[in-house]
């Protein structure tokens, strides 16, 4: 992937209230710098980013897991292809409880960076501000659908809600069925939907 990116070829659902006539000057200007991760931990540093006037990381391609630990017990949300994160926020520390945040790139990722310098350039056009916000929404409205799931009984149960929530996400129509093509580990899947051996 090149290393300026056009926001509006790599994700065309965000220019959906957009007139056809800014539609086709905004696909030119709405550009960003891309930054790729290959598979394993990834380790944000505090100067990786700049977060002044920064609407966060849209991620093109691949697979994050956002890992929280409390304790020995570790949670973990997915987040694919469409999803805005800002992976430099932490938890304040005057927190009561103390939490580890940690990120696995599971699928090599491709995220465009929607800095200052493109909040600049899509002032032009709120209607994708908006779009922008609505993801980051989304994803809290997600968060509330995975804490229901998490709170079902049967494991069996919790794992086929997530597994049509991803085929929803990011599963692929076929004439055999939905595909879904994720490496998901047991280890992963677990954390995902709160199981844990018995002790």
Do not use: K
Not at 120 to 146: D, G, K, M, N, Y
């Amino acid at each position: 992937m090149p290393s300026v990116v056009s926001i509006l070829e790599c994700d065309p659902d965000l220019a959906e209230d957009l007139s056809d006539e800014d539609l086709a000057i905004a696909r030119r200007h709405l550009v960003a710098g891309v930054e790729g991760y290959p598979r394993g931990t990834w380790i944000v540093g505090p100067d990786d980013f700049d977060p002044v006037a920064n609407l966060g990381l849209l991620l093109v391609r691949g697979l994050l897991a956002r890992q929280v630990t409390i304790g020995d017990h570790t949670s973990a949300e997915l987040l694919g292809p469409g999803d805005v994160l800002q992976p430099w926020l932490r938890i304040g520390p005057d927190q009561s409880v103390a939490v580890e945040v940690g990120w696995e790139v599971v699928q090599a990722v491709q995220a465009a960076v929607l800095d200052r310098a493109f909040c600049a350039r899509v002032s032009r056009w709120p209607e994708i501000t908006a779009a922008i916000s609505r993801r980051i929404l989304q994803r809290s409205h997600w968060l509330a659908f995975h804490l229901a799931v998490c709170h079902l009984r049967r494991v069996d149960d919790r794992l086929l809600l997530v597994f049509w929530h991803f085929a929803d996400r990011w599963g692929t129509v076929t004439p055999e069925g939905v595909l879904l093509d994720i490496p998901l580990t047991h280890e992963l899947l677990a954390a995902v939907v709160g199981a844990r051996r018995p002790i």
